[in-house]
């Protein structure tokens, strides 16, 4: 029976909500457990947690795609376990991979969507305008979606699914995959849809900086509520805790961010610039004594700091009970003992083994005449198709233990360029040498000498762990007792010994993220591509792997990395910001804040200083064509 709604009734009420799934093995894995909430209208409410911690289970049970084996669940006053026909009939639900239609335009998407919704042409003569203005694609109606760029397509798939003028927009990760002015771009037609026309959203993110734009927060762990309420009661839990430190002179400040990670005292560290963020354990107050007098000053905390807070705790309370490995699958950080401090602080009683990348001794300094050795160089660079140039006159070099980043917006030519740079793709002039081998002659060579991590899950889905471990080994040449080695090397180093007979498709993300990591590395090469890695994976995950990916590096490992997470853009020690195919700023992340310091009256962040470049570009691209 439909319960009677009013303009306050609350648009969604879970008691008790369960929900499990069966898991690799046949056993029962419980996806939400006593899940408790209630969302009022007119609101934002941002649903964040490590993978596996329930999210989009929670977003399907409320679209009424799954039914939950336990508890309560009413969404706009309807029982969705009893009619979820009626629930969709009234709400927007806009899943991870929305289904456009590539071979489709722009406006046959629209009129797709609004067929299966009886969406009369006379409404739709009112509607489609409307939400062309809100979403900017108005002169791309003509324009196939699959010829857009992702972020384009994210804000087409948010179209179709406002089509039907719903009372509540179900969001699961809306701005994955897509560029900091693309992501600031659907934030504003959120807000539009709830400031303007009064309609409920629930998003989930993997972006913690966007939990702060919700008006309320819904934190999940292994399935069960860690926290909720307003983001700045999150924010609260690190009071007092947040502070930054200066790098010194004889270390990158990615290599004091990954020694401090590992300290028993930091809860978390992350950098800004050329210092490192971190928070303090709970008590510890007396900085300076840590640092040798060098001064690390208290700092405003964010709603990131109460996160990692409040999930370490967890983690720690789980680890006493004996439960730690589970509540901590896949993100947990490894932290470690370093007997030499070149950093200055002094170190934490642990009992946890260094990190096996870190094992190499100390790393080396930031001028060591070897890491200056240029193993990638790249010079007037074209890529064209027909009459469109992807890449245009693009010059740079990465020296040997380089971590370099290729950023950009969606449709930039970063991923182009990636392509050229792996021997994937031809470049149509220009020149491109990668560990001294010439891609424009002998590009098989070259692959022989590189790793590559794509964007997507690029793994044999239905093989098992081992087997995608077997099979990359051989295809890399590897000869048997070279390949055992290898392969138990991966198992060790990446812990994938739990999951070795599971199919790779049904991994966690945080695992699959490591069993492609450990393929790319089998046959340990010298330099590492890596296009989007993270793009998805939770804020530990993310952690995890810029240890990993910062170790290799000392090691001497070359690594060339895109990403739309502009704050792992600090882990770069050098990179360009591309725009229409073309290089609009390059340097190291503090030279790139400094070349827009003039435009904002404050140090930038690095997200803050690459939407300025860009926008600048447009701007007078603009002034040209008018």
Aim: aromatic share 6%.
């Amino acid at each position: 029976m439909m319960e009677k709604v009013t303009a306050e009734s609350p648009v969604l009420i879970s008691e008790g909500l369960h929900m499990e799934f069966a898991g690799p093995r046949g056993e029962r894995v419980k996806a939400l457990e006593d899940v408790t909430l209630t969302v009022g209208r007119g609101a934002v409410t941002g649903l964040v947690g490590p993978d596996g911690s329930g999210k989009t289970t929670f977003i399907r049970l409320a679209a009424g795609l799954l039914t939950p084996l336990g508890g309560d669940l009413h969404v706009l006053g309807i029982d969705v376990g009893k009619d979820p026909q009626a629930v969709q009939s009234r709400i927007g639900y806009m899943p991870q991979k929305f289904g456009l239609y590539e071979d489709l335009t722009v406006r046959e998407n629209l009129d797709l969507y609004a067929d299966l919704h009886g969406i009369s042409p006379e409404t739709r003569a009112d509607r489609f305008p409307r939400l062309m203005r809100m979403t900017g694609l108005g002169d791309f109606m003509a324009r196939l979606a699959g010829r857009l760029s992702g972020g384009m397509k994210q804000k087409l798939g948010l179209a179709c699914t406002l089509v039907s003028t719903p009372e509540l927009l179900l969001l699961d990760e809306p701005t994955v995959g897509v560029d900091p002015l693309s992501r600031r771009e659907l934030w504003e037609i959120v807000h539009h849809l709830v400031h303007e026309q009064r309609v409920t959203v629930i998003l989930s993110t993997s972006y913690l900086e966007e939990a702060e734009r919700c008006d309320g927060t819904l934190l999940l762990l292994q399935g069960r509520v860690l926290a909720s309420g307003p983001p700045s009661e999150i924010v609260d839990v690190a009071e007092g805790r947040s502070f930054r430190v200066e790098a010194p002179a004889n270390l990158k400040p990615r290599q004091l961010q990954s020694r401090m990670a590992r300290e028993g005292w930091v809860t978390d560290a992350t950098l800004e610039g050329n210092r490192v963020r971190f928070i303090a354990g709970e008590g510890l107050r007396d900085m300076d004594s840590l640092f040798e007098g060098r001064a690390a000053h208290s700092v405003k905390p964010r709603f990131e700091d109460g996160f990692m807070i409040l999930v370490r705790q967890a983690a720690d309370r789980a680890s006493e009970t004996g439960n730690g490995p589970e509540v901590m699958a896949g993100t947990e950080l490894e932290r470690g003992d370093f007997s030499e401090s070149p950093a200055g602080f002094k170190r934490a009683d642990a009992s946890v083994p260094p990190h096996p990348e870190a094992e190499s001794g100390p790393p080396e300094s930031p001028d060591s005449p070897d890491s200056r050795e240029v193993v990638v160089e790249v010079r007037d660079l074209v890529r064209q198709f027909g009459r469109f140039y992807a890449v245009r006159d693009v010059s740079f070099q990465v020296h040997r233990g380089e971590i370099f980043g290729l950023l950009g917006p969606n449709g930039a030519g970063k991923s182009t360029t990636f392509r050229m740079l792996c021997g994937l793709l031809p470049a149509t002039s220009g020149s491109l040498s990668v560990a001294g081998v010439d891609l424009r002659r002998a590009r098989a060579s070259a692959r022989q000498r590189i790793g590559y991590v794509a964007q997507k899950f690029s793994l044999y889905g239905q093989l098992t762990v081992m087997e995608n471990l077997d099979f990359f080994a051989s295809a890399y040449g590897l000869p048997g007792p070279r390949k055992r080695e290898r392969i138990q090397w991966a198992v060790r180093q990446f812990d994938l010994g739990r999951y070795i007979g599971s199919a790779s498709g049904e991994l966690p993300g945080g695992y699959r993220q490591r069993l492609a990591m450990a393929c790319a590395l089998m046959h340990e090469p010298e330099i590492l591509f890596l296009d989007e890695p993270t793009s998805g994976a939770d804020p530990l995950a993310r952690r995890e792997f810029w240890q990993r990916i910062g170790g290799l590096a000392d090691q001497g490992v070359t690594i060339i990395v895109t990403t739309h997470f502009m704050e792992e853009a600090e882990y770069c020690d050098r990179m360009v910001i591309m725009v229409e195919g073309r290089i609009l700023a390059s340097g190291t992340p503090t030279e790139i804040r400094e070349g827009v310091r003039g435009s904002i009256d404050r140090e930038p962040t690095i997200e803050e200083a690459f939407i300025a470049i860009v926008e600048a570009h447009r701007q007078a691209s603009e002034s040209r064509a008018a």
